[in-house]
């Protein structure tokens, strides 16, 4: 028993004894509660959980709801511990749901609505016995089972309130969903959830579970809330209430906000270690968390907010330092809209009591839920970026065909979209194409459905995107030294070119080589081989004129890779046997083709080499001699170089092709390959 125990044993009993009255009778509790536990139930603790019978947990996986996903409403009590003007404002927002005792209590409630302004028509009523205003430590935690269907998990709430402890269940019987009774003893402001399959809580679970093992603690945790990682750590606080809502919060699955007091406060150390622990701990996206830190030099209650939808709601205490917090949320939460209050006087904002304790967001039962992994590390240039999302209408609504996408934009550019692909069940897939390195890509998931709900991942959307730089290659990449090999050799001679093969990229280069079935006067001593990142091969290239009568030859050598980005790739040959002398007489008034690269995917280029100027016919010829392309053009002497990227070409099937090439008297045949 600490010494704040033993103050209020001492001072409060005569007090409390009172109000417990009201919380033994059933009915609701009148007289107000501390937010504390009173002494006269100090004495009623072993109360506590009694009575309690636990449930099966829901069919896995679970996912536990947080604070910052989508919500259909909030959750109040009367009487109130919040400002009308809180009320007032959240009812233009959202649904508010206030607990009331009976219809009396509830037109009270309205006309105090009615009068104050409050959005009527979005306010409902929940009638029921309640003992205290802090619906966040007694209310309903959310999950979505595995038939993605939202429900509610209970406790045994920490205090020997029985009629608050009751109030998850009423909830889950009002809103017509499943309740599961989970033996744990614990409290809401002591419990935040990433909605990634994290979770953190003081040890004060473990201080209030003593009869089960820690192990058992974060089990249960796990079967029934999803939590694949409970982060149970000391309350640096060292108060009566040692609730984690009044040092840390969630702000995203990776973003979390933990106070700061100067040095000189008592708490200084622990809460610097607190922080510490946070800046070296990974988020459920594999990433540091990114930790903000909100000045609370007299205890100022800032972690101690409500996020709801696209908002927070701030608590402030009218002094120097409400300002510089709302700045911290702006800067952690781009694109929210941060709204702040004052307390009621009855009521004043504590810095272990304030906003957040005394509500409760609702979670959206038809709620569009988008799970990801985003890409938040270094890509390399060289490769596309794939992502995958689970795409679930929890309405049962179907999507609208044109609103799965990916919204990208490189070094804050204009705002790309990319398709999201089904795959199968949930599942869709994108690609986000290769950028240059050095670039910087943010990037967000959109979804919109039949029920009206419009989502985004992350939750915010273009105002906090998903942010990757892109980094050097991370595949090999083959540079080919030429693209043609120009040699002669005497009559049964046989003479060695070569080929340099270098790997510009990253890891092993792996390549073959050979020669298009015509050739058979090229052959290789080593066809393939490894190239190093960085590294360069020359390798040797035989080229036999034994059998062959005296002229030139033409040929191709093909090289595959595991270059992603260049699989396939050609270099041509010709070859002369005979005298050189005679060889270049012979050839002089002949036409010579070579093409690169061959295979081609939608381009080509052609070099034709003429010893006249003159009209040329050029024609494509498939393998079943049917002609699938020409044209006419002038050549001039020398060399003349034609892309052949027009559309009919690009358009062809892929196939082996004949290229011929009819110049004056002469034609030239070269064989060509067209990839898929």
Same mark, same amino acid.
């Given at each position: ?57 829901? !069919? ?225 996206? $594999? ?103 689970? !795409? ?254 027009? $559309? ?9 092709? !004949?290229?011929? !090439?009819?110049? $004056? ?12």
């Amino acid at each position: 028993m600490n010494y704040f125990t033993r103050f209020y044993v001492l001072v409060g009993f005569c007090i409390s004894f009172a109000a417990t009255t009201f919380a033994q009778s059933g009915v609701q509790q009148q007289s107000p509660l501390t937010h504390w536990m009173t002494p006269e139930e100090l004495l009623r603790k072993d109360e506590i959980g009694r009575g309690f019978v636990p449930t099966p947990p829901p !069919v896995a996986p679970v996912i536990s709801v947080a604070e910052f996903m989508p919500s259909e409403g909030v959750l109040v009590r009367y009487p109130f511990g919040i400002p009308m003007s809180l009320i007032k404002e959240l009812s233009f927002r959202t649904k508010v749901t206030t607990i009331v005792l009976n219809s009396s209590q509830q037109n009270t409630v309205t006309n105090q609505y009615s009068s104050n302004g409050v959005n009527l028509a979005n306010c409902e009523f929940l009638l029921t016995s309640s003992d205290s205003y802090w619906t966040r430590d007694y209310g309903p935690w959310y999950i979505i089972d595995s038939s993605f269907t939202v429900g509610i998990v209970d406790f045994p709430y920490n205090r020997p309130r029985p009629n608050d402890d009751e109030v998850a269940k009423v909830v889950a019987q009002y809103l017509g969903i499943e309740w599961y009774g989970m033996n744990v003893i614990h409290t809401g402001g002591n419990y935040m959830s990433n909605g990634g399959g994290q979770a953190s809580s003081t040890e004060l679970v473990y201080e209030e579970n003593p009869s089960i093992s820690t192990t058992t603690v974060a089990q249960r945790m796990h079967d029934y809330l999803g939590i694949d990682e409970y982060l149970v750590r000391p309350d640096p606080n060292n108060t009566y209430i040692d609730h984690i809502d009044c040092w840390a919060k969630f702000l995203d699955v990776d973003k979390i906000l933990v106070r700061s007091v100067p040095q000189s406060h008592p708490q200084y150390a622990a809460i610097e270690q607190a922080a510490a622990f946070w800046q070296g701990q990974l988020s459920s996206y $594999g990433t540091p968390y990114q930790v903000f830190r909100v000045n609370t030099p007299n205890d100022e209650p800032y972690t101690n907010s409500l996020i709801l939808n696209k908002t927070v709601y701030l608590p402030i205490k009218g002094n120097a330092n409400d300002l510089p917090a709302k700045a911290v949320y702006q800067v952690a939460m781009p694109g929210y809209e941060i709204l702040t209050f004052t307390a009621l006087a009855s009521a004043p904002w504590e810095g272990t009591d304030a906003l957040h304790c005394r509500t409760h967001e609702m979670a959206d039962r038809g709620m569009l839920l988008i799970r990801h992994m985003p890409i938040l590390t270094q890509r390399p240039w060289d490769e596309n970026y794939q992502l995958s999302a689970d !795409v679930v209408a929890l309405s049962k609504q179907g999507f609208y065909n044109d609103s799965l996408l990916v919204n990208y934009r490189v070094n804050t550019g204009d705002w790309m979209q990319v398709p999201l692909t089904f795959v199968n069940n949930h599942l869709f897939e994108a690609v986000i194409p290769r950028q240059a390195e050095g670039d910087v890509v943010e990037y967000y998931i959109h979804a919109a459905d039949s029920s009206g709900r419009s989502e985004n991942h992350p939750y915010i959307g273009a105002p906090d995107p998903h942010k990757f730089t892109i980094g050097p290659a991370a595949h090999p990449h083959i540079a080919v030294n030429t693209m043609e090999i120009d040699t002669f050799a005497y009559p049964g001679n046989t003479t060695l070119a070569s080929i340099s093969f270098t790997n510009t990229g990253a890891g092993e280069l792996n390549y073959s080589m050979t020669a298009d079935a015509n050739s058979t006067w090229i052959a290789f001593p080593q066809p393939q081989g490894v190239v190093l990142s960085g590294n360069t091969s020359e390798v040797p290239v035989e080229l036999a004129s034994a059998g062959l009568i005296n002229g030139v030859y033409h040929g191709y050598i093909y090289i595959a890779s595991n270059d992603e980005f260049n699989p396939l790739d050609s270099v041509a040959v010709t070859f002369g046997v005979g005298d050189p002398a005679g060889i270049l007489s012979a050839d002089k008034e002949n036409t010579r083709v070579f093409t690169s690269p061959n295979p081609f995917s939608a381009s080509i280029k052609v070099s034709i080499e003429t010893a006249t100027a003159g009209i040329s016919d050029l024609a494509l010829i498939n393998s079943n001699g049917q002609q699938v392309w020409s044209m006419q053009l002038y050549l001039e002497s020398g060399i003349n170089v034609v892309n052949l990227n027009q $559309g009919s070409v690009a358009s062809l099937p892929g196939g082996v092709y !004949v290229l011929m !090439v009819k110049h $004056g008297s002469s034609v030239a045949y070269k064989r060509i390959v067209k990839l898929n």
